[in-house]
């Protein structure tokens, strides 16, 4: 699926978790269930987080960036003894060394993830950021389940577990999975502006 439907699909998700916080908590967990919709497409050059991130949008900029990114933490681990600063090396050097739709759209992608984003965010009260982040990048592994590209859920066993069915990426069916997710958000998001 695309970026934007990730996106949408994530936040609803969020949203739908959120309305039973309150509203700190709420705003913070539909915010990082939308950034964890678009970390699982970090491993494509193109996708809507690295457009923020590389200035250059190829497959070889990727892997160097990410790879400068990784060895940059594991430095900065080296100077602090942070397990955070650690696993996130781990998780980016892997993603740089990856294909789209490996590594950071596996079980094994969704929890390395998660558990650096929990390491990262326990000592500072902010279960809200965990929870979202962990729905948000459910939400696009199994968005891109049901597309008829599949992704390598067993990664790295790299055979592409998909819906039999399949829906077709950019499609019109994602796009009123995209209309219908941004609706439901809307409606979501005033619940719990609401509390």
């Known amino acids: ?17 959120a309305a039973e916080y309150n509203l700190e908590v709420g705003l913070i ?20 987080l690295n457009q923020k991130i590389l ?9 160097i960036i990410y ?20 696993l996130m090396a781990i998780a980016l050097i892997i ?6 739709r490996g590594f950071t759209h596996s079980i094994f992608g969704l929890l390395f993830y998660s558990t650096a984003v929990y390491t990262g965010l326990k000592n500072y009260n902010l279960s809200g950021a965990y929870i979202g982040f962990v729905i948000g990048y459910a939400s696009h592994l199994i968005a891109d389940f ?14 592409n577990i998909k819906l039999p069915a399949g829906i077709k990426t950019g499609g019109f ?13 809307l ?5 719990v502006v609401r509390l």
């Open 1 to 17: 699926m695309k970026g934007k439907t990730h996106l949408m699909i994530g936040s609803a998700a969020g949203a739908t978790v």
């Open 29 to 48: 967990l539909i915010c990082s269930s939308a950034f964890g919709s678009l970390v699982p497409d970090a491993d494509h050059p193109k996708s809507m």
């Open 55 to 63: 200035p250059i949008k190829n497959k070889m900029f990727k892997m």
């Open 67 to 86: 790879l400068i990114m990784g060895l940059g933490l594991i430095y900065l681990d080296s100077t602090s003894n942070k397990n955070f600063l650690r």
């Open 95 to 100: 993603t740089a060394l990856s294909h789209h």
């Open 146 to 159: 049901i597309t008829t590209g599949g992704i390598e859920l067993l990664y790295p066993w790299e055979k």
């Open 173 to 185: 069916i994602e796009n009123i999975i995209l209309i219908s997710s941004s609706v439901y958000f």
């Open 187 to 191: 409606i979501k998001v005033m619940d």
